[in-house]
Nanobody, 115 residues
Framework: QVQLVESGGGLVQAGESLRLSCAAS????????MGWYRQAPGKQRELVAT???????DYASSVKDRFTISRDNGRNTVFLQMHNLKPEDTAVYYC?????????WGQGTQVTVSS
């Protein structure tokens, strides 16, 4: 059974930092591309950051230079380090794993940034 379990969300003030974690089980983690999406109330889910199985990363323009995605294949975990958080970063953040036609999602973790 595949599980992606996010943690690390919470309530912070603008300018502060958070680190999200996503622990994966039931997949050959090192072979999967991993990433983070987010969905704010009333908005569509949007891509935040991705990291390939080789470690190549990509970011949405709105978070570039503030967020960093990384992975630890030994711990089957992907991280999203978020700095200088802004109120517009408020959303539910979802972890996902993808390899060819296989896609898996976590249950999400809430990030709320107050101004």
């Amino acid at each position: 059974q595949v599980q992606l379990v996010e943690s690390g969300g919470g309530l912070v003030q603008a300018g502060e930092s958070l680190r999200l974690s996503c622990a994966a089980s039931g997949i050959a983690f090192s072979m999967f591309a991993m990433g983070w999406y987010r969905q704010a109330p009333g908005k569509q889910r949007e891509l935040v950051a991705t990291i390939s199985s080789r470690g190549d990363s990509d970011y949405a323009s709105s978070v570039k230079d503030r967020f960093t995605i990384s992975r630890d294949n030994g711990r089957n975990t992907v991280f999203l380090q978020m700095h200088n958080l802004k109120p517009e970063d408020t959303a539910v953040y979802y972890c996902y794993a993808k390899m060819t036609v296989m896609n898996y999602w976590g249950q999400g973790t809430q990030v709320t940034v107050s101004s």
